[in-house]
């Protein structure tokens, strides 16, 4: 796996993003989420007008993963001109606009999201993420979690990921350890909750256990940065300078001028 961000190592930790959605009863995150229907990405397209969304909403997706966002944009246009009620569409240009920092426009595209398929778990999952960026982690939580206790959303790993990294970033490392604790429960090879419950019990004062799930991860995949950072500050607190050495020397080799060997330079291990 080529070297990149703990945030970006599944499906990138913007959104998670998946195709399709789920409609309930409910506009809001509650106990009417979970009164859920047939999710709309479990059935094919119905009509040439959805058809076509789907397909350039689907691009739009692909481009924005690439980077690529004035093609994005340009795709979930076509794709709402196609079908103009079609929830993914508005809920993947969210997603660019939030990328490009302009979230102004992203708030209303999850709204418009939301008022075509309201409930729907992967918008919930989207928009709760949104609000944690945007300092209102508390709501942002609770969009998170009706996404992941909606009874017929296939991925609940990624809300409960997204919790427990909404949750470190408020410095609540117990809830984060919980939310992380479950993710990894629901799917063992997320690695992104992997590495972030390492780093919620090294913070807790627990750098044995944060030790062993850092080796875990580290049998599947080359340390990124973050990683390698927190596996070198976990060998430090440890008093193992071999393992302090061997991931200094790492981070210098691999990562010589990412903000983590920047920090290491400074000695701000904390």
Known sequence: MKQQNMRTVIATGLCFLMFGCATTDGGGPGPSGDRARQPMSARPAVGVPQQSAKVHTELAALYMLEGRYAV???????????????????????????????????????????????????????????????????????????????????????????????????????????????????????????????????KQGRPVEARQFIAQLEKGMELPAEATWLALRIERKLGNREGEARYTARLKRVFPTSPETLKMLKGDYE
């Open 72 to 202: 994005a944009l340009e795709e979930t246009q076509t794709a709402i001109e196609a079908d103009s009620t079609y929830a993914p569409a508005y809920n993947v240009l969210a997603l660019v606009h939030m990328q490009l920092g302009e979230n102004r426009l992203a708030e209303e595209n999850f709204s418009k999201a939301l008022r075509y398929s309201p409930g729907d778990p992967e918008i919930f999952n989207n928009y709760g993420w949104f609000l944690c960026q945007e300092g209102r982690e508390k709501q942002g939580i609770e969009y998170l979690m009706a996404a992941a206790k909606n009874p017929l959303y296939q991925s609940p790993t990624k809300p409960y990921t997204n919790a427990g990294m909404c949750a470190i970033g408020v410095k609540d490392y117990k809830l984060a350890e919980s939310y992380l604790s479950t993710a990894m429960k629901l799917d063992g090879a997320n690695t992104l909750a992997l590495f972030w419950l390492a780093d919620a019990i090294y």
